[in-house]
């Protein structure tokens, strides 16, 4: 049986510094990401394209989408297969390929590079494949028109 479920969130450009759009330059690429009963999140456009360094842009959560989805799905294939994980961090990677002659570009690659810390060496090999099978069930993932890859580093915990 398919469930359908239905996202809403609220995108507001706050970077208009009196004259709007006037030219390229006369305005910030500042934006708030909102959803009820959430903090707000401030938002820019990458610094390449004239947005603020120190502020999430759509190229950030794009492959902060793909990374959590992938967790999320694999802490769960984990507690079902009996792997106890009391760690999780990623750094993945990803590459845009910027411009056509139309100013178009698009990601052509991410890589997921969680190192995971579980107790139980044995179940190394085990904890390894599941990856795999999380990347099928991302639905973040299931999306994208490009290739996603993970190299999972592995550390055991001390007992």
């Not at 990856?131 to 190299?151: G, L």
């Amino acid at each position: 049986m398919s469930r359908v479920h239905h996202y809403n969130i609220s995108v507001e450009w706050t970077g208009n510094n009196g004259t709007g759009t006037s030219n390229a330059a006369a305005y910030r690429r500042d934006h708030t990401l909102s959803a009820a009963n959430r903090q707000p999140l401030a938002c820019s456009s990458d610094p390449a394209f004239r947005g603020d360094p120190a502020k999430y842009n759509p190229e950030d959560m794009l492959l902060y989408s793909l990374s959590s989805c992938h967790m999320l799905w694999y802490l769960h294939l984990c507690a079902d297969a009996g792997i106890v994980v009391t760690a999780y961090i990623d750094y993945p990677e990803a590459t845009m390929v910027e411009e056509s002659a139309e100013g178009k570009g698009r990601f052509v690659s991410a890589c997921l590079k969680p190192v995971i810390t579980i107790t139980d060496a044995s179940k190394e090999e085990l904890a390894h494949s599941l990856h795999e099978k999380a990347h099928h069930k991302c639905f973040i993932a299931n999306s994208c028109n490009f290739p996603v890859t993970h190299e999972p580093t592995f550390v055991i915990a001390a007992t």
